[in-house]
């Protein structure tokens, strides 16, 4: 049962402060909460996200109310949904009484794939980020994937009288988009774009056929990066994008890295 509030006592973050410094963003950092996702091949997906929420904190208030924070996530749903996200940034604007918040949702979403010839199924993990910002009552949501897949050097492979070093990628994008997409979507043209994908179980006829994939496709990063970006640019649905890749390299111990951004007209 909840106590009654005593009023009485004092609101000490609700005092002025007299340092004439704003805050560009407080709140409360990594709060873990259900979510429900939409899923393009089982309908829904059933996930635990990991939040991040800030406000603004103009120069003359000493502090910000952290409490609601928590409020707004459990005042809407014990699961909350990806549609309800909007909502939940815009509810910390208001009830936070700030001119610019920041949501950011973080969370494992599994497709369940078949490999390349023996058709076994297996999940695999990506990472997923809802990122929201809202200024003077508009608000902005950009989708986040991180995708790992298999990278060739092109370079390797041209010297060396057999073999070529390869290595697991990760392959960064953040997109706004004009119209829904598929967070499978997103993850399939990427997919294409590198040497091989990624699976979860392979057995020995899967092996050998993505090992020589990626032998038949190298790709610098600077490759992978470009093809990904051509491929945006061609989406109709993607209104601006950032394309990062990092190869963890195999022969060195340091990541190569590229990184592309566009806003498209």
């Not at 909840?2 to 990594?30: H, T, W, Y």
């Not at 057999?162 to 960064?172: D, E, F, I, L, P």
């Not at 993505?210 to 051509?230: G, H, L």
Request: aromatic share 8%.
């Amino acid at each position: 049962m909840n106590l009654p509030i005593d009023f009485s006592i004092e609101d000490v973050q609700n005092l002025a402060d007299v340092r004439q410094l704003a805050i560009n963003k407080v709140g409360i950092k990594a709060i873990r909460h259900p979510v429900r996702v939409k899923d393009k091949a089982e309908g829904v997906q059933h996930t635990i996200a990991i939040f991040n929420m800030y406000v603004h904190l103009p120069q003359h208030l000493k502090g910000t109310h952290m409490s609601r924070f928590v409020e707004i996530l459990n005042a809407n749903e014990r699961e909350i949904s990806v549609e309800s996200f909007q909502t939940i940034l815009q509810e910390v604007a208001i009830q936070l009484e700030a001119q610019t918040g920041y949501v950011d949702m973080t969370f494992p979403y599994f497709i369940n794939k078949s490999a390349p010839v023996s058709g076994v199924k297996s999940l695999l993990d990506y990472e997923v980020t809802l990122i929201g910002e809202i200024a003077n009552g508009k608000p902005e949501v950009k989708v986040k994937v991180l995708i790992p897949v298999t990278s060739l050097c092109p370079c390797s492979k041209k010297i060396s009288a057999y073999g070529a070093h390869n290595q697991r990628s990760h392959v960064t994008v953040t997109i706004e988009l004009k119209q829904f997409m598929w967070v499978e979507d997103i993850i399939t043209m990427v997919e294409a774009q590198a040497s091989s994908e990624l699976y979860g179980l392979l057995k020995r006829p899967d092996e050998k056929y993505v090992t020589e994939r990626a032998y038949d496709n190298p790709k610098f990063v600077e490759d992978m990066v470009r093809d990904i970006a051509t491929a945006f640019n061609n989406e109709s649905r993607v209104k601006s994008f950032i394309v990062e890749c990092e190869n963890f390299e195999s022969i060195h111990n340091h990541s190569a890295y590229a990184s592309i951004s566009s806003e498209k007209s």
